[in-house]
């Protein structure tokens, strides 16, 4: 019996199990509440048709778990997916192996479900051809937890998705974002790790987001970034780890945001902020060993950068209160001419440096004054 024939004669609440082989199908159309497992490593094999998805999910309360799908597309007149959910809810997909297919998990109009411990491989190398690991689109209270997405266009998309979490996976080797969301709102991204992804992790047009506990780590390029914050509102971001990204994080429009209790080391810039920033408070944070701790670009600022710790500071702590008794300016000159020029970044380490950085903290010119910690820390903080 074929598994869509199983489907097909099943009744509501059944529990399906395939066995172990390799089972050639497509197009099979769940539209009851039933429970399909895998056992002995069963393969589903889409052939690779141009046409065809693998599973319909079209009924409420159905879980997919234990099975290896593979060979799904491409497709570039529809998006094919190896599971896809229409419109349905309190779904469960989880333990499952994809690779190979167009897009892996696709939810649309899909309410109180959960993607999780799934790994997910994807083989093509041009990111016009690939589709993403995990896409939702248009849902609410949606769980994305412990997966592993490799080699996709973007590991995990959402686009108008609220009320929903993503904890504890890894996204890395993505053709474009390990992460990339946009009008999605009331979110919680924790724990979860993003590395060398081309662009690293993109968060647009949304408010209400808190992002905690992640590491974005080795997403280097000439447009590449840890994180880039577009357009975001009243948001959390803290015990994040940034480690060799070309920006730890880019912030363009966004506002209300708390960053504290970040590591960012070893990267290109820690934190580099467009115009339409305001009203952001930056507290706590490590600062080490960046080429450039901050940038910012807009003469107009409100926003506060007070209790860090910066490895570049030089200053004295005179009384033992673990605070320097000078407040530290982040914004070195250097910072404002590759800003402007960046061809400048070819004198990078050059004594020359030195000499026009120091001779901008004696008398600040071009440097932004209003950019200050008043309080930096003498030694770096431990979270």
């Not at 229409?86 to 690779?99: E, G, H, L, Y």
């Not at 999780?116 to 093509?124: A, D, F, Q």
């Not at 982040?330 to 910072?335: D, Q, R, S, T």
């Amino acid at each position: 019996m074929s598994i869509k024939d199983a489907v097909s004669t099943a009744r509501e609440g059944d529990q399906i199990i395939i066995d172990g082989g390799l089972y050639f199908e497509s197009n099979i159309t769940i539209d009851k509440k039933l429970h399909i497992i895998g056992k002995n490593n069963p393969i589903i094999d889409g052939s690779n048709s141009r046409t065809d998805e693998v599973f319909v999910i079209q009924a409420d309360s159905v879980i997919i778990e234990n099975l290896q799908i593979q060979n799904v597309g491409p497709s570039f007149v529809k998006d094919l997916a190896a599971i896809r959910v229409q419109r349905k809810q309190n779904f469960i997909i989880k333990n499952n192996t994809i690779v190979g297919t167009m897009f892996a998990i696709y939810l649309e109009y899909a309410e109180n479900g959960e993607v999780s411990r799934n790994t997910i491989t994807g083989t093509e190398s041009n990111v016009l051809s690939a589709g993403n690991g995990i896409h939702a689109w248009n849902c609410q209270a949606i769980d994305i937890v412990g997966n592993t997405v490799i080699n996709q266009r973007d590991g995990i998309y959402f686009e108008f998705v609220n009320d929903s979490r993503i904890t504890n996976n890894v996204c890395k080797d993505n053709l474009r974002y390990g992460l990339h969301f946009m009008f999605s709102n009331d979110d919680e991204y924790s724990n979860n790790i993003f590395t060398n992804n081309n662009a690293g992790v993109a968060v647009m047009f949304s408010k209400n987001i808190i992002m905690h506990d992640n590491k974005f780590f080795n997403n280097w390029g000439g447009s590449s970034y840890g994180l880039l914050l577009k357009e975001i509102y009243d948001a959390e971001i803290y015990d994040n780890y940034f480690n060799k990204n070309s920006i730890g994080i880019r912030v363009e429009g966004s506002s209300r945001i708390n960053y504290s209790n970040n590591d960012f080391i070893n990267n290109g810039w820690g934190i580099k902020i467009a115009g339409g920033c305001y009203d952001n408070n930056i507290t706590s944070n490590n600062f080490i060993s960046n080429a450039f701790d901050l940038s910012i670009e807009s003469t107009i600022n409100s926003n506060t950068f007070d209790g860090n710790y910066w490895s570049r500071n030089n200053g004295y702590d005179l009384n033992g209160d673990g605070i320097a008794d000078e407040p530290y300016r982040p914004v070195e000159l250097y910072n404002y001419i590759v800003t402007k020029t960046p061809e400048a970044t070819i004198l990078l380490r050059s004594i020359f440096l030195d000499i026009i950085n120091l001779s901008e903290k004696v008398t600040p010119i071009f440097t932004p004054h209003n950019v200050i910690d008043n309080t930096p820390l003498m030694n770096r903080l431990y979270f």
